[in-house]
């Protein structure tokens, strides 16, 4: 069975009370949490906030104790069967689906998403090659060439690196913008999308 991950390399999987059928929670896993799960027979996740493996329980001592894992017939969902050591939310509540929807919500948030930004600041960059308007910065660069985008790469790899050994935590940040920006710039000029970038990434995960 082939499981699909998301752009992230993830996959989502619900945790399920093998006993009782409720629908405990929601998380994601990646290989490396999958793994665990199904060889140490407790349930393990890829926190996204943490950017790590997560040992479901290991704060609470409420661990997921492993009995069944499924997938769906398109092999991107993980159905985990559990048996719970006690609640399962961090709230204290036995399951994360506590609020009931009577009716359409009227409040919605999105999530910004980090790699996402990445994409939308490509398209903008993109709409600027092809628009070239005054007074735009993205626009002098494309002016200037390829040679003078690259150039301004390398200037901000050096500011990058810099910060980053001076640790200066307040303009390593913005330094790290800088160079992907001008690096999204150079890969326009270059007629090349960041898609490629991350396919060559995907290809070195393994």
Known sequence: ??????EQGLAPAIAQDINTGQVLMLGYVNPGSLKRTLEGGQVWFYSRSREDLW???EMSGNYLNLKEVWADCDGDTILL????????????EVSCFFHRLEEAP????????????????FALIKDRQQARPEGSYTTRLFNEGTARIAQKVIEEAGETAIAAVQADKESLPKEVADLLYHT????????????????ELRRRRH
């Open 1 to 6: 069975m082939e499981i699909k991950l998301n």
């Open 55 to 57: 040992h479901k329980g």
């Open 106 to 121: 009227q409040d919605f948030t999105t999530a910004e998403g980090g790699p996402r930004i990445l994409d939308e600041l």
């Open 81 to 92: 069967k559990v048996q719970p050591d006690g609640p399962t939310c961090h709230t204290g």
């Open 184 to 199: 999204l710039v150079l890969l326009a000029a270059s007629g090349m999308t960041p898609q490629e970038v991350w396919q």
